[in-house]
């Protein structure tokens, strides 16, 4: 197992650098601006009550931009399960398909590796992988904030973050298991993907539209915590969602165990087959 997680943290370190130097940069543009915004606080707290409604439902409470939570919580935090969703999403689905499907992972288990040994050493690359990105992240924001007028503790900008983790790991094993279920990994990459993008309008709307609160429900991004989570984070909600995380893990693992191995390419939806197993059942 710790064979194939040092060779899969070899392969993911050009993703771990891109993705999380990509988004310290962004942290590093998006501190300094806050001081900016000091400087003009009134009358940006006048611009913000012309603000629609709608973008309150997507961004989440605009009134509070003027301190350092709402600010991150806004300009950051808002926003990236949407973007980092993508990192997990891909890697998810990849985890044991690609190799799959580019002819590689029959080759793989004709050396003396049981599936379980794979299975946990690419799972827990995976989940330090993002871990790793997320710090990286964490650095793009605190070390601006050395020079800048925030005040915020480590500990405080950490706390977003972990939900951050929480939702990432969700639709991440959410898509490996799918790639177990549907015939390739393009199929499950686009179906998380779905429900990734779905999950974000739904939590939105349903701030402005209260027939879509028992859909809300439901949504994984409805749990996802930013700007009360510098001071609190709510750990049932967290726990719920690593718990549901643990499940598709389980599932994926017994799934793979049991299932036969593609030599190459994509797989079929095998209809046939259910259907003659249909009319024996009949």
Request: aromatic share 12%; no cysteine; proline share 4%.
């Amino acid at each position: 197992m710790f064979v194939e997680l040092k060779h899969s943290l070899r392969r993911y370190r050009g993703q771990i650098i891109g993705w999380g130097i990509g988004l310290a940069l962004l942290g590093l543009l998006i501190v300094p601006m806050f001081d900016s915004l000091s400087e003009q606080q009134e009358t940006f707290e006048q611009l913000l009550e012309i603000y629609p409604p709608e973008i309150s439902a997507f961004m989440g409470d605009l009134s509070g931009m003027t301190t350092p939570e709402g600010w991150l919580a806004i300009e950051f935090f808002s926003y990236m399960p949407l973007i980092i969703g993508i990192f997990a999403i891909q890697m998810g689905s990849g985890l044991v398909a690609k190799a799959e499907e580019e002819g590689t992972l029959d080759l793989i288990m004709a050396h003396p590796v049981s599936r379980t040994a794979l299975f946990m050493g690419r799972l827990l690359a995976f989940i330090l992988a993002t871990l790793g990105v997320l710090f990286i992240a964490w650095l793009g924001i605190m070390i601006p904030m050395s020079w800048s007028t925030m005040d915020l503790r480590g500990i405080e900008v950490a706390r977003p973050f972990l939900s951050l983790l929480a939702e990432l790991l969700l639709f991440g094993t959410l898509a490996l298991l799918l790639s177990m279920l549907l015939p390739s990994r393009r199929l499950a990459s686009m179906t998380s993907g779905l429900v990734l993008v779905a999950s974000f309008f739904i939590t939105g709307l349903a701030e402005l539209n209260e027939n879509l609160e028992t859909a809300a429900k439901f949504s994984p991004l409805n749990y996802n915590q930013t700007q009360e989570a510098f001071h609190e984070l709510n750990l049932s909600w967290l726990a719920g969602l690593f718990a549901i995380s643990v499940v598709f893990i389980l599932l994926t693992w017994w799934r793979f165990e049991r299932r036969d191995l593609r030599v190459a390419g994509e797989g079929g939806w095998r209809l046939g087959k259910w259907a003659k197993a249909l009319k024996r059942g009949a």
